[in-house]
């Protein structure tokens, strides 16, 4: 199985700050066949469902706001909000969906400093 | 818009049958995998496994023994069911649709909590 690992697991960030996600995976999640990056990031919110925000590590979901974007290489991954705003308050989850079975990191709760 | 809503009982007991429907609405589901993924207290996601809208499935190797999936286009709903449950597996349980580029999850049903408990 493919552990991901996310760092930090809380993240305090002054509203109007950047917030700075990352996501390590055991092994690569980029396909050279087609130099696909197979991580999708998620925003959950309290009493909620989970809400796709990026798949392929960078592609913003339509409506996401262009503060939340997503970088990476084979392994190493970043989600990053530019400019924190109140409703950003959330778990964020890293997924690989290069191999299955599919798993999640452990989720980073990021909360208003 | 795809809209997904969990059904079942909140409360099961041990080495019982924990039992899930998941009603799909807004779309077909023709053509698509739908999934659940869990979420127990204190922990991360956990993909339980999927199955495709006509028939075939892939579970989660930690859960296969106990796990099996069905799917029912006419109603439109598609079922879990999760053997011999133990309090380990208290979680809020969601269905959710895979995207149809690749298997991560699009869209995503409210959750519903399953407690394990005598």
Same mark, same amino acid.
């Given at each position: 199985?493919?552990?991901?690992? /996310? #760092?930090?697991?809380?993240?305090?960030?002054?509203?109007?700050?950047?917030?700075?996600?990352?996501?390590?995976? #055991? /092994?690569?999640?980029?396909?050279?066949?087609?130099?696909? *990056?197979?991580?999708?990031?998620?925003?959950?919110?309290?009493?909620?469902?989970?809400?796709?925000?990026?798949?392929?590590?960078?592609?913003?979901?339509?409506?996401?706001?262009?503060?939340?974007?997503?970088?990476?290489?084979?392994?190493?991954?970043?989600?990053?909000?530019?400019? @924190?705003?109140?409703?950003?308050?959330?778990?964020?989850?890293?997924? /690989?969906?290069? #191999?299955?079975?599919?798993?999640?990191?452990?989720?980073?709760?990021?909360?208003?400093? | /818009?795809?809209?997904?809503?969990?059904?079942?009982?909140?409360?099961?007991?041990?080495?019982?049958? @924990?039992?899930?429907?998941?009603?799909?609405?807004?779309?077909?589901?023709?053509?698509?995998?739908?999934?659940?993924?869990?979420?127990?207290?204190?922990?991360?996601?956990?993909?339980?496994?999927?199955?495709?809208?006509?028939?075939?499935?892939?579970?989660?190797?930690?859960?296969?023994?106990?796990?099996?999936?069905?799917?029912?286009?006419?109603?439109?709903?598609?079922?879990?069911?999760?053997?011999?449950?133990?309090?380990?597996?208290?979680?809020?349980?969601?269905?959710? *649709?895979?995207?149809?580029?690749?298997?991560?999850?699009?869209?995503?049903?409210?959750?519903?909590?399953?407690?394990?408990?005598?």
């Amino acid at each position: 199985d493919i552990v991901m690992t /996310q #760092s930090p697991d809380s993240l305090a960030v002054s509203l109007g700050e950047r917030a700075t996600i990352n996501c390590k995976s #055991s /092994q690569t999640v980029l396909h050279y066949s087609n130099n696909r *990056r197979y991580l999708a990031w998620y925003q959950h919110k309290p009493g909620q469902p989970p809400k796709l925000l990026l798949d392929w590590a960078s592609m913003r979901q339509s409506g996401v706001p262009d503060r939340f974007s997503g970088s990476g290489s084979g392994t190493d991954f970043t989600l990053t909000i530019s400019s @924190l705003q109140a409703e950003d308050v959330a778990v964020y989850y890293c997924q /690989q969906y290069y #191999s299955s079975p599919y798993t999640f990191g452990q989720g980073t709760k990021l909360e208003i400093k | /818009q795809v809209q997904l809503q969990e059904s079942g009982p909140g409360l099961v007991k041990p080495s019982e049958t @924990l039992s899930l429907t998941c009603t799909v609405s807004g779309g077909s589901m023709n053509n698509y995998y739908w999934a659940w993924i869990r979420l127990p207290p204190g922990k991360g996601l956990e993909w339980i496994g999927y199955m495709f809208y006509r028939g075939s499935s892939n579970y989660n190797p930690s859960l296969k023994s106990r796990v099996s999936m069905s799917v029912d286009t006419s109603k439109p709903q598609f079922s879990l069911k999760l053997t011999s449950v133990t309090a380990a597996d208290t979680a809020v349980y969601y269905c959710a *649709r895979v995207a149809d580029a690749a298997f991560y999850f699009d869209f995503w049903g409210p959750g519903t909590l399953v407690t394990v408990s005598s």
